[in-house]
Structures are given as C-alpha cells and as structure tokens.
C-alpha cells in the first residue's frame, strides 16, 4: 500500500489543466511510478538498467511513485514547478526531459515559456536564457513554430502603474521600506526596479494569471535558499489566493530536485507565516 509523505494536503487552486497526478489510494508507489513515467516520459520506470539501476530505483520510486501523489496537484502544475526548479538549478539535461514531460503532460508551450520567464527577476537574465533555449530545443524537435506569440501586455508609459497594482495589494511598500537607507537616489531607484521589471514587465504578462506566477516564484526561491524572500512570497502566495494546502504542496514537490534541507525549510517557513488579514 502506498506510503503518505504529507497527509491533509487538499485541492489547487491554479488556473492550469486536467489530469491529476494523484492517484487511488489502493496503488502502490511502483505502480504508480510506473504509470506516472509512462505518462511523463512515454517509456518504462525501473527497467534495473544503465550504469547505476539502484540509484535510478531509489530516484524514480520517490518521485513518481510518492511525491507525486504527495497533495492534489495536477501533473501538469507539477511539471511546470519542476522545470522552475531545474531551471533555477541550471540542470539543462533534466530540464530538456522534464520540459519534454511537461508538454506530454498537457502544459501548453505559451504556459512552458511563461514558466521559464517568470524565473527571471529572481535567477538573473542569464540562467533564463540558458533555460529558455532548452526548452526551445524540444520545441524544435516537436515541430513547435518558434518564436510563440507575444504575451507582454504593458507599455513604456504604464508598466510602473501596471506593476503596483499588482505589488501592493501582496507587498505594499516592504521594498521601499526595506531599500531607504540606500545612498541618495538608489534608495527610490532599486524599489522602481523591482515595480516595473518583476511585477510590471513579468507579472503582467499573459497565460498565467497572478496566484501560479506567486507560486512558481515561491518554488524559484526556495530553489535558491533565499530564505529572507521565501517568508515574504509565501505570505504573497497567500495573499494572491494560493490555498496553504497547495503552497506545502508545491514545495514538497520541489523537494527531490532541491534536497531536504531547503524544501523543509520553506516548509517551516510556511508553518509559521500567518493568514492574510480579512
């Protein structure tokens, strides 16, 4: 019979599509890995080949036969927190196959991309863009016409004004706040930056709406250990509508590919955020 990791862990709330990676209670994890694997990857788990089968065991046991029944989230969110997490990590080969078994598990290429973008302000420019032309990759070889259609919707003129009515109501002024003892000038410049390229330039954009952007950046920066962000974004993930069900388990979620200690820590952290005021 299956082994819970985290029981009591309910229904996601984000805007992405059908079929449930959770399975019936009466699976057991080799079953279920086995099955979550075909529908990931289009061939077999635990085959006991290649140079380490053990390790490959342990790995694919744990994965798909138990975190991924680990809460009710949907495969395909599953897949777009992992591909944030690989691709915050800059592991480019799991990311090529892990973007390849996002798409085979529903994510459209405009939610792969937005994933993969929204990663930006929190892992630089650069990390994006090597991730981005990983996913491009399987694109190609999936005869997915490149580039994919626009989903910016601001301008030169309201990206700042765009960007705040996104911010305030999960941040208010905290980065203000936190940046005024800056030198003269950086101390309002730094806060305009993160206005208008986070939440105005990423935020804005189409496809996902605000609550799965809040989520995939919680994963982002409990990816990178920014424990200080970890606790301000978990209490925005909460105030964008992320139940505190569908936070832990998206953060399990991130768990094999991270490692204990900073899943657990986030975990932690989202013990001890409050609810957002009424």
Do not use: W
Request: with cysteine.
């Amino acid at each position: 019979m299956k082994k819970t990791i985290i029981v009591g862990l309910t229904a996601l709330t984000l805007s992405v599509g059908p079929a449930l990676a959770q399975t019936t209670t009466d699976m057991d994890r080799i079953e279920t890995c086995r099955e979550n694997f075909r529908t990931l990857f289009q061939g077999e788990a635990l085959t006991g080949q290649g140079t380490d089968p053990e390790l490959m065991d342990i790995l694919q046991k744990f994965i798909f036969g138990e975190v991924f029944r680990c809460g009710e989230l949907e495969m395909k969110t599953r897949e777009m927190i992992t591909c944030v997490c690989l691709a915050t990590m800059q592991t480019l080969p799991q990311l090529k196959a892990h973007a390849a078994g996002a798409l085979n598990a529903g994510v459209t290429p405009l939610e792969l991309r937005e994933a993969i973008y929204q990663c930006a302000p929190f892992i630089g420019f650069p990390r994006t863009l090597n991730a981005i032309g990983t996913v491009n990759e399987v694109f190609r070889e999936r005869n997915i016409a490149l580039p994919l259609e626009a989903q910016g919707t601001v301008t030169e003129e309201n990206r700042q004004a765009r960007g705040a009515a996104i911010q305030q109501p999960l941040y208010g002024n905290e980065i203000r706040t936190a940046m005024r003892e800056l030198p003269t000038g950086m101390d309002t410049l730094v806060p305009a930056f993160l206005t208008e390229v986070c939440f105005g330039d990423f935020y804005t954009r189409g496809t996902l709406d605000t609550p799965t952007r809040e989520l995939l950046s919680l994963c982002a920066l409990t990816t990178l250990g920014a424990e200080r962000q970890i606790a301000s974004h978990a209490a925005g993930c909460l105030k964008a509508g992320c139940s505190r069900e569908t936070i832990a388990a998206a953060l399990v979620q991130c768990l094999p590919y991270i490692g204990f200690p900073n899943a657990l820590n986030a975990l932690r952290t989202l013990q001890q955020t409050p609810d957002p005021e009424q």
